[in-house]
């Protein structure tokens, strides 16, 4: 069974809101809804250049934390892939690390902080494992959706040691953080659609 923008959306904003970050969910929509419409009235010719796109409009439309994080690894991401026509397997897995290196210098946030990074790092290592053996973008995609499903899922029992979350001390263990939930969603979506 599939999952629709409403499932998403709700998944986003429960998951949000027991952390203390109830507007995540509501961000990410506006945003995501902001980068759709913005493809629609003026698709770029490379993947670089939706990338580069999607990270100036989440920038500009994503309240908190979450808008500067996400838009420096879509802009990261852009940079890593630079002007190519097409992305092979070694490119997504690339573009990936570069995002994941981006948030990683702007939120200083590690593994076990109950984090986004916490289901990037294991969503890269997938990628890069699968692109070193030769695995095409697809299949790069599929494994690093599912490494960040079980990265995100993991946060559960940790106690927030960065972001909104963190002043629960105690009281966010227990949750799935919302950032790496939505991270989770976000890379299930991509390999979606490319299935």
Known sequence: MGCTAQDVIAALRA??????????????????????SKLDTAAPETPGAVLKQVATTLISTVGGASGPLYGTAFLRAASA????TELDGMAVA????????????????EPGDKTMV?????????????????AGP?????VAAAAA??????????????GRASYLGERSAGHVDPGARSTALLLSAFAESRS
């Open 15 to 36: 998951g949000a809101a027991v952390v203390g970050d109830a507007d995540h969910g509501e961000n990410m929509d506006r945003g995501f809804r902001a980068v759709a």
């Open 81 to 84: 892939v630079g002007d190519a």
């Open 94 to 109: 690339a573009a990936l690390q570069s995002g994941l290196e981006g948030v990683v210098a702007r939120g200083r946030a």
């Open 118 to 134: 916490d289901a990037l790092v294991p969503a890269v290592d997938a990628a890069t494992a699968a692109a070193a053996e030769g």
């Open 138 to 142: 697809d299949r790069v995609l599929a």
């Open 149 to 162: 499903r079980t990265g995100a899922e993991s946060t559960e029992p940790l106690v927030a040691r960065k």
